[in-house]
């Protein structure tokens, strides 16, 4: 995947966890970040797997749903700053083109790599 000038984007094997709502966006996130270098430590939707998933793995870098199957994502976001973990809050409107982000403030090189995956994926959903 490259960006608008050319430069192909890296996440350089970046082991991320994706804690998503939407099974689909989850797959889409999964492709993503595969594209940009990246490796999925997992897939899950709900804030104890989450949790347990960062004691047992190796975590470089999360994307969070806040709108979790379980409840919000306050604590999966709380554990990821105590481990000053880099994290993003992607959130799709399920009613629209709308996009939510927020970053947390490790995050921006992170971003800058998966902000511009997640602004073509939303581009080519239009």
């Known amino acids: 995947m490259e960006d608008h000038d050319g430069n192909l984007l890296d996440l ?4 991320v966890l994706v ?14 970040i595969d594209e940009a270098g ?3 430590v997992a897939l899950t939707h709900s804030e ?8 047992s793995e190796v975590v470089d870098a999360a994307i969070l ?10 604590k999966v976001m709380w554990a990821l700053e105590a481990r000053e973990i880099p994290f993003v809050v992607y959130s799709p409107q399920r009613s629209g083109h709308d996009v939510s982000a927020y970053a947390s403030k490790t995050a921006w090189p ?4 998966l902000g511009l ?5 939303a581009e080519i959903a239009d």
Do not use: C, Y
Not at 19 to 32: E, I, R, S, T, Y
Not at 48 to 55: E, G, H, P, V
Not at 65 to 74: I, K, S, V, Y
Not at 117 to 121: C, G, H, S, T, V
């Open 48 to 55: 104890r797997d989450a949790l347990s998933l960062l004691d």
């Open 38 to 40: 990246g490796a999925i």
């Open 117 to 121: 995956a997640l602004r073509i994926a």
């Open 110 to 113: 992170f971003v800058a790599a």
């Open 19 to 32: 804690v998503q709502n939407d099974p689909f966006v989850a797959a889409d996130l999964d492709l993503l």
């Open 65 to 74: 749903d806040r709108d979790l199957a379980q409840g919000e994502a306050a």
């Open 12 to 15: 350089k094997g970046a082991r």
